[in-house]
């Protein structure tokens, strides 16, 4: 570095680990650090628990695995003897007993400074207090000759608690002159605007600059959207790295009378519907590379969540690795035919029909006798779903393909989907997508696609299928609205329930119908069984069911409906003072 530390060049690598491949994490790292030196950089930095993939859960409790992380973190070290860029990198750590999440700067050949985080998340998808000890608050390391903070993701995100500690408060008293932030921060709809504005805050207290670094790429219900930035100290946009992409960028920095200031590129985010489009495609194409799939195998009926599919599954795998399948019976009409061979024509992606009559009436036959005496019902119509979810497994089994199952998040709520059936699958791209939104993102495919998608430009979803009002075709003339309320009315019921978590009351209030309101919370409730035997999906809402909501099965509790008793403080006194003399006692 020239000057004595009066200028400093920082490579960010924004990349996509895998978890539980240390050795793959770790030869990436090598790549970028590469790839850094040749740019000329003093340092590169890497996402938080970058080597061990993020997030890894309890694995990091396996002693082999924290062992084979501590080993590629030293054999890294060891490569920084040869006078290139030192490297920022995360790793888990264990030290006197604990297990930390942590950052190690790798200098000059050795492990120069460790860092653990110390603010650990245990809200929404992240349950880190369950697998990390809580580090100590420490000061700056000095990186060629710069003080520069090391808080981890959470370390920025101050909360109102007893237990949190103000880490950037204390980097900045202590001298630090850069803040670089590491970080694994999934995606979710308004999470660009909400992670500027609390990085902002800090910027502000601290009159430091910051360098946010997420990482990218899909693991399993998570996609990390990276769109990683930097703020100078007067909190201007030094840099805005691109979303739901790769990105190793190379910043220069430079000390003048008032700190640290970098200017470098400034990539588009995005956000919105685009944002969750990108998001499905990233989530289902990580799902499948990263889990060692050739191709991917659906289901297609001629409606919009398998259309809405396709298209999602062409854009991340390419045509050649996505195989369509229609399973006409006798209630499937001519136009869904046509409208699932125009799909497969647009997308270009390989289509078969088969028929599944015989099995059907194979299985009534067989049926018969224990169906005696008794009426035709759901039952029937489940048949037709479970035939086809038995045909995809088999073509599954024998060719290698994954199954992608196609149940939006109104009928994942309501349980309107067939065990063993239609959610038969290894994954689900729209499974936090709501049908409304379905519809939203068929249309907006049409005229967009995110950069790096492999389907064909232009309309790829046949109109016809967006226009047509939607149906299972499990009996004659059936319709979505046979028995649930408009889509518009019913996600905006099912939004409350789920994300909001307000009360029935407050719902009606807000001007919805009392007796369906109660009704779609019963079947919200009823359908927990199912969601839990349902594919893992892509996460794209504040509120996804799965790592977000764990509802227990069994469970009879049920709001009535009906405006909510103020709390009797009298009691809560008396229950409190009970409480202190029975400790005294």
């Given at each position: 570095m020239t000057d004595t530390a009066a200028r400093l060049t920082i490579s960010l690598a924004q990349l996509n680990p895998t978890v539980g491949d240390i050795a793959g994490n770790a030869a990436m790292a090598r790549a970028a650090r590469a790839q850094a030196a040749a740019e000329g950089a003093e340092l590169v930095v890497f996402p938080e628990l970058f080597i061990?993939?993020?997030?890894?859960?309890?694995?990091?409790?396996?002693?082999?695995?924290?062992?084979?992380?501590?080993?590629?973190?030293?054999?890294?070290?060891?490569?920084?003897?040869?006078?290139?860029?030192?490297?920022?990198?995360?790793?888990?750590?264990?030290?006197?007993?604990?297990?930390?999440?942590?950052?190690?700067?790798?200098?000059?050949?050795?492990?120069?400074?460790?860092?653990?985080?110390?603010?650990?998340?245990?809200?929404?998808?992240?349950?880190?207090?369950?697998?990390?000890?809580?580090?100590?608050?420490?000061?700056?390391?000095?990186?060629?000759?710069?003080?520069?903070?090391?808080?981890?993701?959470?370390?920025?995100?101050?909360?109102?608690?007893?237990?949190?500690?103000?880490?950037?408060?204390?980097?900045a008293e202590t001298g630090a002159e850069i803040l670089i932030v590491p970080n694994g921060s999934p995606y979710a709809r308004g999470k660009s605007d909400l992670r500027l504005s609390v990085q902002v805050a800090r910027v502000t207290e601290s009159d430091l600059p910051l360098v946010y670094l997420n990482q990218v790429g899909g693991q399993d219900e998570l996609v990390f959207d990276g769109a990683s930035f930097v703020l100078n100290a007067d909190r201007s946009l030094a840099a805005q790295l691109p979303a739901f992409a790769e990105s190793i960028t190379t910043l220069h920095w430079q000390k003048g009378a008032s700190g640290w200031r970098c200017d470098g590129p400034v990539a588009p985010t995005l956000d919105g519907d685009e944002g969750d489009y990108a998001a499905c495609v990233l989530g289902l194409r990580d799902y499948v590379r990263k889990n060692g799939f050739p191709g991917v195998l659906l289901g297609i009926s001629g409606g919009i969540d398998s259309a809405l599919c396709a298209a999602i599954a062409v854009d991340a795998?390419?045509?050649?690795?996505?195989?369509?399948?229609?399973?006409?019976?006798?209630?499937?009409?001519?136009?869904?035919?046509?409208?699932?061979?125009?799909?497969?024509s647009a997308l270009g992606f390989g289509y078969e029909v088969l028929p599944i009559a015989a099995a059907v009436n194979g299985f009534e036959d067989i049926l018969a006798k224990p169906f005696a005496g008794l009426k035709r019902d759901i039952t029937e119509e489940n048949l037709q779903a479970r035939t086809r979810g038995t045909l995809l497994m088999a073509i599954s089994n024998k060719t290698g393909a994954m199954v992608v199952t196609t149940g939006n998040k109104s009928e994942m709520s309501v349980g309107y989907a067939t065990l063993y059936g239609d959610m038969n699958g290894g994954f689900n791209p729209i499974k936090d997508i709501y049908k409304t939104e379905v519809f939203r993102l068929s249309s907006l495919r049409n005229r967009w696609k995110p950069d790096g998608a492999l389907g064909p430009d232009g309309e790829v979803i046949p109109e016809s299928i967006i226009v047509r009002p939607p149906t299972a075709e499990l009996r004659e003339n059936q319709t979505d609205q046979d028995s649930l309320p408009p889509y518009e009315v019913l996600d905006a019921?099912?939004?409350?329930?789920?994300?909001?978590?307000?009360?029935?009351?407050?719902?009606?209030?807000?001007?919805?119908?009392?007796?369906?309101?109660?009704?779609?919370?019963?079947?919200?409730?009823?359908?927990?069984?199912?969601?839990?035997?349902?594919?893992?999906?892509?996460?794209?809402?504040?509120?996804?069911?799965?790592?977000?909501?764990?509802?227990?099965?069994t469970n009879r509790f049920r709001d009535k409906a009906e405006p909510l008793a103020a709390p009797d403080e009298a009691l809560l006194v008396r229950a409190n003072r009970a409480s202190s003399e029975a400790f005294e006692r």
């Open positions: 061990s993939g993020y997030p890894p859960e309890d694995l990091v409790l396996k002693p082999a695995f924290q062992t084979a992380c501590r080993a590629a973190v030293e054999d890294l070290a060891r490569e920084t003897a040869d006078g290139g860029p030192a490297m920022l990198i995360g790793s888990p750590w264990l030290d006197g007993g604990k297990l930390y999440n942590a950052c190690a700067l790798l200098d000059g050949g050795r492990i120069a400074a460790i860092r653990t985080k110390v603010n650990l998340p245990n809200y929404g998808v992240f349950d880190e207090k369950r697998v990390f000890s809580r580090g100590p608050v420490s000061g700056p390391m000095t990186i060629r000759g710069v003080r520069v903070g090391v808080p981890i993701c959470e370390d920025t995100w101050l909360e109102e608690s007893e237990d949190y500690e103000n880490v950037v408060e204390c980097l795998l390419g045509a050649d690795k996505v195989r369509g399948v229609m399973l006409p019976f006798r209630y499937t009409a001519q136009i869904s035919l046509d409208d699932a061979d125009g799909l497969a019921i099912l939004e409350r329930l789920v994300e909001r978590e307000e009360p029935l009351a407050t719902i009606v209030a807000e001007g919805f119908d009392r007796d369906t309101v109660v009704r779609i919370d019963r079947l919200l409730n009823i359908a927990e069984y199912k969601r839990r035997q349902a594919a893992p999906g892509v996460k794209v809402t504040r509120k996804n069911f799965g790592r977000d909501r764990r509802y227990p099965i």
